[in-house]
């Protein structure tokens, strides 16, 4: 059983220059007993 579903999540850190994309359009969905983490550099 789908619990969660995430469709085209984006974040964004700072401004200008210095603005870091650290999601770009992410996709995914977690079934129930699953554990889920994203991560990155």
């Given at each position: 059983m789908e619990?969660?579903?995430v469709e085209n999540l984006v974040k964004e850190y700072g401004e200008g220059e210095t603005k870091v994309r650290?999601?770009?359009?992410?996709s995914f969905s977690v079934e129930k007993?699953?554990?889920v983490s994203v991560i990155g550099p």
């Amino acid at each position: 059983m789908e619990i969660l579903r995430v469709e085209n999540l984006v974040k964004e850190y700072g401004e200008g220059e210095t603005k870091v994309r650290a999601l770009d359009d992410v996709s995914f969905s977690v079934e129930k007993g699953e554990f889920v983490s994203v991560i990155g550099p």
